[in-house]
């Protein structure tokens, strides 16, 4: 059973920074194919950010050149650096498989707020 943890969000000012943290444990296939998803109230989940398999990282567009995806393999988890955030940035972050065609029980998530 995979298990994911996500922490490290917060309630901050529109141009400030969070660091989001997922620590994934049980049978995961790779760290490597993880990515960053977010559900902010009335709206679809969407994706933020993930590894792709040319061992680059993929951002949707509204998140380039402010978000940054890295991971720690050896600890199993993955972080999301947030800077220059926006109030349009506020939603429950997941992590979650990214480009394996299937999902790991979603876990909690973690709430960011971004006040204006």
């Known amino acids: 059973q995979v298990q994911l943890v996500e922490s490290g969000g917060g309630l901050v000012q529109a141009g400030g920074s969070l660091r989001l943290s997922c620590a994934a444990s049980g049978s995961i296939v790779s760290i490597n194919a993880m990515g960053w998803y977010r559900q902010a109230p009335g709206k679809q989940r969407e994706l933020v950010a993930g590894?792709?398999?040319?061992?680059?990282?993929n951002y949707v567009g509204s998140v380039k050149g402010r978000f940054t995806m890295s991971r720690d393999n050896a600890e199993n988890t993955v972080y999301l650096q947030m800077n220059s955030l926006k109030p349009e940035d506020t939603a429950v972050y997941y992590c979650?498989?990214?480009?394996?065609?299937?999902?790991?029980?979603w876990g909690q998530g973690t709430q960011v707020t971004v006040s204006s």
């Open positions: 590894f792709n398999s040319g061992g680059r990282t």
């Open positions: 979650n498989t990214y480009g394996l065609g299937f999902d790991y029980p």
